[in-house]
């Protein structure tokens, strides 16, 4: 069994910055950031293998939000850069076996955090 806890989300203005974090207990494989937004579906935000080697983004966060981990600390960052008004959202970090990008191949679910980016 693994638990996730987000934290680090917050009320920000267009342009600023916020790091997220994904604190997990138990062993963790691939992880990954969604996101989901009021009325909206859950879309892939961001996903990092297990030795941290190989990430991938949306098309919409390239070049802005970064995943990272620290598997000592069983954390996972998204450091979120030049935020927009668009990047509105609930964020969730989840484990999965597989680097994937589709929310239902992920075992194990943070209960979210809210990024709110005012413009």
């Known amino acids: 069994q693994v638990q996730l806890v987000e934290s680090g989300g917050g009320l920000v203005q267009a342009g600023d910055s916020l790091r997220l974090s994904c604190a997990a207990s138990?062993?963790?494989?691939?992880m990954g950031w969604f996101r989901q937004a009021p009325g909206k579906e859950r879309e892939f935000v961001a996903a990092?293998?297990?030795?941290?080697?190989?990430?991938y983004s949306t098309d919409s966060v390239k070049g802005r939000f970064t995943i990272s981990r620290v598997n000592i600390k069983n954390t996972v960052y998204l450091q979120m850069n030049s935020l927009k008004p668009e990047d509105t959202a609930v964020y969730y970090c989840?484990?999965?076996?597989?680097?994937?990008?589709?929310?239902?191949?992920?075992?194990?679910w943070g209960q979210g955090t809210q990024v709110t980016v005012s413009s």
């Open positions: 989840a484990s999965g076996p597989s680097l994937v990008r589709v929310p239902h191949e992920y075992d194990y």
């Open positions: 990092i293998s297990w030795s941290g080697a190989t990430t």
């Open positions: 138990g062993r963790t494989f691939s």
